[in-house]
């Protein structure tokens, strides 16, 4: 094995983790995988052997790509970054595959990452890489270009805010199933009650349709969503149970093809948020293969 073979065989070591801290950072696979091919091109370049921390130093790496990637996104981009749903990880109700668990490590929802998106790019980094993988603030301080204590107020300000916004989701899948179901059956049954039951009386629901007029919508508020969802109560298409993020959801399809994507996050035995994917585009380059 010759030395950049096993460079390129260190660097494989590292790769799932590095999507994961580019996953959350982004909210998008394709730019995730694109971060992580520029940290390894830097590497390519680099002396590893002055590297005594390799992981630490991948890290750093593709934090300060992800960095730039969002600055870069947000200049160029006419629609608001939060009304956009982050690419959702789809699997069958049987489990997570293991590249998908590696990018899943320690979950992270769809409305985590919604709420993420609300973040500065040095909010976003600094929570990402210090709340959700323990990096230190000295080592996030040069990314973001600030102090180590200016860093830690950015992620303070970060965790105030995912803090306020997302709720704590109940880890028992049949359980986050069992709502779901007692949701679907209240919908397609018209049961209004039934419905608000079991909804949070702060639930939020998001669709986003793509870029569209009026391809983003956000509704609040038990008795609106419970509105909402009474259109399902006759739906033109079959409703497949799956994951999204490791969390309880619903893919609807319709001739062959995916009509919508529900993923649920609940609570407290309630659901508290629906994140719903319906934009044709970017569900027709979803692998669903999984759901049989």
Same mark, same amino acid.
């Given at each position: 094995?010759?030395?950049?073979?096993?460079?390129?065989?260190?660097?494989?070591?590292?790769?799932?983790?590095?999507?994961?801290?580019?996953?959350?950072?982004?909210?998008?696979?394709?730019?995730?995988?694109?971060?992580?091919?520029?940290?390894?091109?830097?590497?390519?370049?680099?002396?590893? =052997?002055?590297?005594?921390?390799?992981?630490?130093?991948?890290?750093?790496?593709?934090?300060?790509?992800?960095?730039?990637?969002?600055?870069?996104?947000?200049?160029?981009?006419?629609?608001?970054?939060?009304?956009?749903?982050? =690419?959702?990880?789809?699997?069958?109700?049987?489990?997570?595959?293991?590249?998908?668990?590696?990018?899943?490590?320690?979950?992270?929802?769809?409305?985590?990452?919604?709420?993420?998106?609300?973040?500065?790019?040095?909010?976003?980094?600094?929570?990402?890489?210090? =709340?959700?993988?323990?990096?230190?603030?000295?080592?996030?301080?040069?990314?973001?270009?600030?102090?180590?204590?200016?860093?830690?107020?950015?992620?303070?300000?970060?965790?105030?805010?995912?803090?306020?916004?997302?709720?704590?989701?109940?880890?028992?899948?049949?359980?986050?199933?069992?709502?779901?179901?007692?949701?679907?059956?209240?919908?397609?049954?018209? =049961?209004?009650?039934?419905?608000?039951?079991?909804?949070?009386?702060?639930?939020?629901?998001?669709?986003?349709?793509?870029?569209?007029?009026?391809?983003?919508?956000?509704?609040?508020?038990?008795?609106?969503?419970?509105?909402?969802?009474?259109?399902?109560?006759?739906?033109?298409?079959?409703?497949?149970?799956?994951?999204?993020?490791?969390?309880?959801?619903?893919?609807?399809?319709?001739?062959?093809?995916?009509?919508? $994507?529900?993923?649920?996050?609940?609570?407290?035995?309630?659901?508290?948020?629906?994140?719903?994917?319906?934009?044709?585009?970017? $569900?027709?380059?979803?692998?669903?293969?999984?759901?049989?």
């Amino acid at each position: 094995m010759d030395e950049r073979e096993f460079l390129a065989e260190r660097f494989e070591d590292h790769r799932g983790h590095l999507k994961a801290v580019a996953y959350r950072m982004l909210g998008s696979l394709a730019e995730a995988d694109d971060a992580v091919q520029e940290a390894w091109l830097r590497l390519s370049r680099t002396d590893a =052997d002055a590297v005594q921390n390799l992981g630490g130093w991948l890290t750093t790496v593709v934090g300060r790509v992800c960095m730039d990637m969002l600055r870069s996104r947000t200049s160029r981009r006419e629609t608001p970054l939060d009304e956009r749903l982050p =690419d959702p990880v789809v699997s069958s109700v049987d489990g997570v595959d293991p590249e998908q668990r590696a990018v899943l490590a320690d979950s992270v929802g769809l409305a985590l990452l919604v709420v993420l998106q609300s973040l500065t790019p040095a909010e976003r980094l600094a929570f990402v890489l210090h =709340d959700l993988f323990a990096v230190p603030f000295e080592e996030i301080a040069p990314i973001v270009g600030r102090s180590p204590a200016a860093s830690r107020q950015l992620a303070s300000r970060a965790r105030r805010r995912v803090r306020g916004s997302v709720p704590v989701p109940e880890r028992d899948l049949a359980r986050q199933r069992e709502v779901v179901e007692a949701f679907q059956a209240a919908a397609t049954g018209g =049961d209004f009650e039934a419905l608000v039951a079991v909804l949070d009386p702060d639930v939020v629901l998001r669709a986003d349709q793509g870029a569209v007029p009026g391809g983003w919508r956000e509704v609040r508020g038990a008795e609106t969503v419970a509105r909402q969802a009474l259109t399902f109560r006759h739906p033109p298409y079959e409703l497949t149970p799956a994951l999204v993020n490791g969390t309880a959801a619903v893919v609807a399809v319709s001739h062959g093809r995916p009509f919508s $994507l529900l993923a649920f996050t609940v609570a407290d035995g309630r659901i508290a948020a629906i994140d719903i994917l319906a934009d044709p585009e970017r $569900l027709a380059a979803l692998d669903l293969t999984s759901l049989g």
